[in-house]
């Protein structure tokens, strides 16, 4: 690959010709639409696991630990492919159940599994920080 197969490509990253959404437009709407959410499902996960019970520090530390432990992609995959076997969302397009339009997006997926990944390894930093300062 030169550097003009690489100038002649930007332009198709880079902005769009109004029917197609680009590479970095659509990273961009993913990184906005799951860092917020991502962010204050950690600061809950990370006040739970600091202060909570110790039932409910467990559960939390151990869906921090499966989501930490298993890659991105395989997460993605488990969410937009696997959930699709349950009865709920796979018969859901015939009543129009709210969990069938949702998990038919494949935006909506690749939101909801960044913002479980991210609230993942946020919460733990948190809880940490939170576990060190004095009460």
Same mark, same amino acid.
């Given at each position: 690959?030169n550097?003009?197969?690489?100038?002649?490509?930007a332009?198709?990253?880079?902005?769009?010709d109004?029917?197609?959404?680009?590479?970095?437009?659509m990273?961009?709407?993913?990184?906005?639409?799951?860092?917020?959410p991502g962010?204050? %499902?950690?600061l809950?996960? &990370?006040v739970?696991? =600091?202060f909570?019970?110790?039932w409910l520090?467990? *559960?939390?530390?151990?869906?921090?630990?499966?989501?930490?432990?298993t890659?991105?992609?395989?997460?993605?995959?488990?969410?937009?492919y696997?959930?699709?076997?349950?009865?709920?969302?796979?018969?859901?397009?015939?009543d129009?159940?709210?969990?069938? %339009?949702?998990?038919?997006? &494949?935006?909506?997926? =690749?939101?909801?599994?960044?913002?479980l990944?991210? *609230?993942?390894?946020?919460?733990e930093?948190l809880?940490?920080?939170?576990?060190?300062?004095?009460?």
């Amino acid at each position: 690959m030169n550097l003009q197969t690489m100038l002649e490509a930007a332009p198709t990253f880079l902005y769009s010709d109004g029917s197609d959404v680009t590479g970095l437009a659509m990273t961009a709407k993913l990184f906005l639409l799951s860092v917020v959410p991502g962010l204050l %499902l950690a600061l809950l996960m &990370a006040v739970g696991q =600091a202060f909570g019970p110790r039932w409910l520090s467990w *559960s939390i530390r151990s869906v921090t630990y499966f989501f930490r432990s298993t890659p991105l992609y395989l997460q993605l995959m488990l969410i937009y492919y696997g959930l699709s076997q349950f009865d709920m969302v796979q018969l859901g397009w015939q009543d129009d159940q709210p969990f069938w %339009l949702l998990f038919r997006d &494949a935006t909506f997926c =690749a939101t909801l599994a960044l913002v479980l990944n991210t *609230s993942a390894y946020v919460s733990e930093l948190l809880a940490g920080m939170m576990v060190t300062f004095p009460r």
